[in-house]
DNA sequence: TTGACATGTTATGTTTTTATAACATGATGG
DNA sequence: CCATCATGTTATAAAAACATAACATGTCAA
């Protein structure tokens, strides 16, 4: 079966486009909440905040705490990861599947 | 933002462990719905049959009728898209990450 | 120290997803 | 034709995810 419980709250948490969004956010440099919050000015704080955690949960985002600020880092490790172990093999398989189509066509 | 219609489904769709596993047994060679159901006992057949509907929905599952028998194929293609515009990108920064992490072990 | 600020927590209503039951269709083989 | 089998549909209950409000904490700067 395909689903380890660490790699079930990567793709969990990968399933919502906002989440994304915030990884995309992060990619540049490390952001706080505050700034994030601004970002995504349609969403309340709190629901910004709870995506936050469900990416810590997730190991998508690691925290570093100074002061009163709390500084959001992207990880990208666990999406590096379910690559390795998952979809690479798919992405594979689709080239297989194109090349054998082009040698359909060309044949 | 990150979040195409398609990609979105697809992204849906594969949070499910249930959805990578129908999609793991259908890498081999595609199976009839029944054969499906079979294969994961411990759920109703409708269960299931919501599931392939969903995939189907993400093109990740493409059908094919026979008779009164449906064939559920695996679509590699979708998977390949979201790896493309996506999860590639943060691969290959988790890769960046690991060798400074490496090289700063060295130095 | 005190007021403003950045963040955190708990509770709650709403929507989506998941799982199932009950019923329906339509091909196949005798 | 007719019983059976594989599949499909509609409805619905239960669980999870999502969004927000109301309230709480801890920090900084004057």
Same mark, same amino acid.
């Given at each position: 079966?395909?689903? /380890?419980?660490?790699?079930?709250?990567?793709?969990?948490?990968?399933?919502?486009?906002?989440?994304?969004?915030?990884?995309? %956010?992060?990619?540049?440099?490390?952001?706080?909440?505050?700034?994030?919050? %601004?970002?995504?000015?349609?969403?309340?704080?709190?629901?910004?905040?709870?995506?936050?955690?469900?990416?810590?949960?997730?190991?998508?985002?690691?925290?570093?705490?100074?002061?009163?600020?709390?500084?959001?880092?992207?990880?990208?490790?666990?999406?590096?990861?379910?690559?390795?172990?998952?979809?690479? %093999?798919?992405? /594979?398989?689709?080239?297989?599947?194109?090349?054998?189509?082009?040698?359909?066509?060309?044949?």
């Amino acid at each position: 079966m395909s689903s /380890g419980d660490e790699s079930d709250r990567v793709f969990k948490a990968l399933s919502a486009a906002i989440r994304r969004d915030i990884l995309d %956010a992060l990619k540049d440099r490390p952001q706080t909440t505050g700034e994030l919050c %601004a970002r995504f000015p349609a969403l309340d704080r709190c629901t910004v905040m709870q995506h936050l955690r469900v990416l810590e949960g997730a190991d998508l985002v690691i925290v570093k705490r100074e002061g009163r600020e709390r500084w959001n880092h992207l990880n990208p490790l666990p999406i590096k990861h379910i690559y390795d172990r998952w979809i690479g %093999a798919y992405a /594979g398989r689709a080239v297989e599947v194109l090349d054998r189509l082009k040698t359909d066509l060309e044949g």
